[in-house]
T-cell receptor, first 115, second 115 residues
Framework: AQSVTQLGSHVSVSEGALVLLRCNYSSSVPPYLFWYVQYPNQGLQLLLKYTSAATLVKGINGFEAEFKKSETSFHLTKPSAHMSDAAEYFCAVSVPGGGADGLTFGKGTHLIIQP | DTAVSQTPKYLVTQMGNDKSIKCEQNLGHDTMYWYKQDSKKFLKIMFSYNNKELIINETVPNRFSPKSPDKAHLNLHINSLELGDSAVYFC??????????????FGPGTRLTVL
């Protein structure tokens, strides 16, 4: 079975600073990886996904993530944080033929932006 | 205009009651899901349906039953509600069954509180 670990339940950065949210996965087969964002009292919105094409994936709102097989990581970054980035971020994994397409989520990282 | 909608947004009820949450998607997707998000924000898949056929049934109590009257709807029925059922329930849909890298679109969530 696959799993996801997100290091740091809370991350605080200053506005304009680099955002780095960490995600490590475990999977017996090549995985597909996703980052979702959840704003307060809202559903989840896809930021970006890795589907075995380019290892550096660009998403919406200036976010990007790099798939590193050797490190089993898929960390999310953004060069310059904006106040509107404050939200809960979830890393998720799925595998071909596994769980009939259900996503396995990490426990989430709450991103706080300091003015 | 809403892609995935859920009703109600909030549901407060007494222990032992039976309740339903409705979900509709207008994206033409063929697979729909229910996820549970607990008080610590942890998301876990409960069910998925493809063309009215259950294709995932995680270890959830049989008090929970998904019902799909058609491809655009997946309702969640809960019998004999318990305190531990209090959570936010998210409906989601995706386009192609059997494609694990397919994006899932989430509804806004239903916050269930059992007193």
């Amino acid at each position: 079975a696959q799993s996801v670990t997100q290091l740091g339940s809370h991350v605080s950065v200053s506005e304009g600073a680099l955002v780095l949210l960490r995600c490590n996965y475990s999977s017996s087969v090549p995985p597909y990886l996703f980052w979702y964002v959840q704003y307060p009292n809202q559903g989840l919105q896809l930021l970006l996904k890795y589907t075995s094409a380019a290892t550096l994936v660009k998403g919406i709102n200036g976010f990007e993530a790099e798939f590193k097989k050797s490190e089993t990581s898929f960390h999310l970054t953004k060069p310059s944080a904006h106040m509107s980035d404050a939200a809960e971020y979830f890393c998720a994994v799925s595998v071909p033929g596994g769980g009939a397409d259900g996503l396995t989520f990490g426990k989430g990282t709450h991103l706080i932006i300091q003015p | 205009d809403t892609a995935v909608s859920q009703t109600p947004k909030y549901l407060v009820t007494q222990m032992g009651n039976d309740k339903s949450i409705k979900c509709e998607q207008n994206l033409g997707h063929d697979t729909m899901y229910w996820y549970k998000q607990d008080s610590k924000k942890f998301l876990k898949i409960m069910f998925s349906y493809n063309n009215k056929e259950l294709i995932i049934n995680e270890t959830v109590p049989n008090r929970f039953s998904p019902k799909s009257p058609d491809k655009a709807h997946l309702n969640l029925h809960i019998n004999s509600l318990e305190l531990g059922d209090s959570a936010v329930y998210f409906c989601a849909s995706s386009h192609i069954q059997g494609v694990a890298n397919n994006e899932q679109f989430f509804g806004p969530g239903t916050r269930l509180t059992v007193l």
